[in-house]
């Protein structure tokens, strides 16, 4: 299972969102800097599911799951690997 860390996920938030994120720490609040909205936060999220091929249950996670780099790196860790479907 692929490993999402912190600097995966802010590559993908320059890279794919455009935002700048050079005097972002990680601990640093998304939502207070202004860097990150929440349909931004939404693709982050997918990204993250999609990457760590772990289900991510939006409506259990808090606004401390994902307002830093930091806690969005941990719940892609916190789940556990998605089932496979392809087993017969």
Known sequence: MPEIDTNIIRKY???TLG????????GDSLFA???IDSLALLEVISFI???SQVPI???DL???DIDTLR???AIGK??????RTDVR
């Open 13 to 15: 938030i320059e890279t």
């Open 19 to 26: 935002c700048d994120l050079r005097s972002v720490s990680d």
């Open 33 to 35: 800097s202004g860097v």
């Open 49 to 51: 599911e999609r990457e």
């Open 57 to 59: 249950a939006i409506d």
């Open 62 to 64: 808090s606004i401390d």
């Open 71 to 73: 806690s969005l790196a």
């Open 78 to 83: 916190a789940s556990g690997p998605l089932p």
